[in-house]
């Protein structure tokens, strides 16, 4: 699992409990997500505070006789022969849970024999302690294994349907991030898993409940680095850039593209919604950078309109304004590379050798220069071009936004020029303003085919292979054709055959 997944996996298996953990060494992640497959390494560290959390919420579970009964199933166990029966149930209903599939028989005999050792050199509620602390911390718990038919590995290679137990675990750690709730656990015994029709009716059904919102943010989160402002540099800005940024700054821009990410999409949002809507939710901070009425309580957060001709979607918001600048200014060529990368799915160029890649900075014999202008000149000879065009052309657009995320129309007393160009795309033009410029990449097919391909690689926890090429054209053309709406593409991800189907054999 991804921290996400565990922590979320935690929190909906033990609702009553909020201990204080510890923190988890930082994930790797693989093409900007934090759950590939490939960047699911352990390490002596993880699997030390893995054990320390498990204990955790071991003991609140078994913090008292009457917790012990409630996670048993069983208000005596003083007999032998009781004890036994309340072993078994736990052990089963448990470990089913927690494994989210049935026990295997081997799996339920070790996990007994343990049991009884534990019990008779302790006690019964210390068993079922340890018990729960040791199914916490079971590689069953942890990974998701997909088991293969019994003959996987004879004959040719052919695709068939993902186990009915996996396959509820594919759902719910993709639209819930999180654990199977017991209506899909239940829908996977019955076997109404293995058809299209079933897996979109149950889809359907996560997609209104309201962990949903979990993948909505976790997802944009680490595709557009929403949470890049939240790194160190982002601590500070000059007194120049904002005087009133504090450390809670960085924190609450999160919160802010967090609830705005939600809300706009949870109730069939659409990728126009997510570049356009003005609809922000604001505290005291975001409200003083936004230029807005602040709520009545600082720390509150409430809904407001921002200004139109300002500020539109997610683009225009600090966390991507201050996340992709410098804590003493911006820079047109990151807010360009986080605009060609992100949305155009196009990775940029390696500068060449020895380029000066620090700030420009003004000389003061030359009079007052905006930043525009500095990066200009830095990046006009031919042989900068060939990247600097398309970054630039993008990243200009947002300069009438400060290093902190402010509105600002002057610079050194100077008008400030946010003409931009679009180029290497399929809506070459050129817009003014960071606003026309999102507006614009909602008529782009190659935005739609981007975010489709995010959204897969996503689902999947993997990079998508050539065989898959042609489906992710076809999700692609659904999303644009349903006018970007996200609900319709998640539900066309998880009925489509690479979500639902796996290649076995040699």
């Not at 809506?427 to 739609?448: K, N, P, Q, W, Y």
Request: hydrophobic content about 40%.
């Amino acid at each position: 699992m991804s921290d996400d997944e565990y922590l979320n996996a935690l929190r909906d298996l033990f609702p009553g409990q909020a201990p204080a953990l510890p923190p988890l060494p930082h994930e790797t992640a693989s093409a900007g997500f934090a759950n590939a497959t490939e960047a699911q390494q352990p390490s002596d560290v993880r699997i030390s505070r893995y054990e320390t959390i498990a204990n955790l919420y071991a003991r609140g579970a078994t913090a008292d006789g009457a917790a012990v009964a409630a996670l048993v199933g069983c208000t005596d166990w003083s007999m032998p022969t009781r004890a036994a029966a309340c072993t078994a149930k736990f052990i089963d209903a448990m470990g089913s849970r927690l494994f989210r599939r049935p026990l295997a028989a081997d799996e339920r005999e070790r996990f007994q024999l343990r049991f009884q050792a534990w019990q008779a050199s302790i006690d019964f509620e210390a068993a079922v302690f340890l018990t729960l602390s040791a199914m916490l911390q079971a590689p069953q718990f942890l990974y998701r294994p997909e088991p293969l038919p019994p003959d996987a590995s004879n004959g040719a290679s052919r695709t068939v349907p993902v186990e009915p137990y996996a396959m509820a675990s594919r759902l719910s750690f993709f639209l819930w991030e999180s654990v199977p709730d017991d209506a899909l656990v239940a829908a996977a015994s019955r076997g109404e898993l293995e058809t299209e029709e079933r897996v979109r009716r149950e889809a359907e059904r996560m997609l209104d409940d309201a962990r949903a919102r979990r993948v909505l943010w976790s997802f944009h989160r680490q595709w557009l680095g929403l949470d890049r402002v939240l790194g160190d540099e982002h601590l500070v800005r000059t007194p120049e850039v904002d005087v009133g940024w504090t450390a809670s700054t960085p924190v609450a821009a999160a919160i802010e593209s967090q609830l705005f990410v939600e809300n706009v999409l949870f109730a069939n949002g659409t990728l126009a919604d997510l570049l356009t809507s003005r609809r922000a939710w604001v505290n005291a901070d975001m409200a003083r950078i936004y230029g807005v009425a602040a709520p009545a309580d600082p720390a509150a957060w409430s809904e407001v309109e921002l200004p139109q001709a300002e500020r539109a979607g997610i683009l225009t918001r600090v966390a991507f304004l201050a996340g992709h600048s410098h804590r003493g200014a911006t820079s047109p060529p990151i807010r360009g590379n986080g605009v060609e990368l992100r949305f155009f799915c196009q990775p940029p160029l390696a500068p060449p050798p020895g380029v000066d890649l620090s700030q420009p900075k003004a000389d003061p014999a030359d009079g007052p220069r905006t930043n525009r202008m500095l990066f200009e000149a830095r990046t006009a000879p031919a042989s900068c071009q060939s990247c600097h065009r398309g970054l630039n052309g993008l990243g200009f657009g947002f300069e009438h936004y400060g290093a902190g995320g402010r509105y600002q129309a002057l610079e050194q007393g100077l008008a400030i020029d946010a003409h931009g160009r679009l180029y290497g795309t399929d809506i070459d033009r050129t817009f003014d303003g960071a606003v026309e410029l999102s507006a614009a990449l909602d008529d782009s097919s190659m935005v739609h085919r981007c975010a489709t391909q995010q959204w897969m690689r996503y689902a999947l926890g993997r990079g998508l292979v050539d065989e898959e090429t042609a489906l992710a054209d076809a999700v692609s053309l659904n999303f644009e054709r349903s006018g970007g709406n996200v609900r319709a593409l998640l539900l066309d991800i998880v009925t489509s055959p690479t979500f639902r189907m796996r290649r076995v054999g040699k």
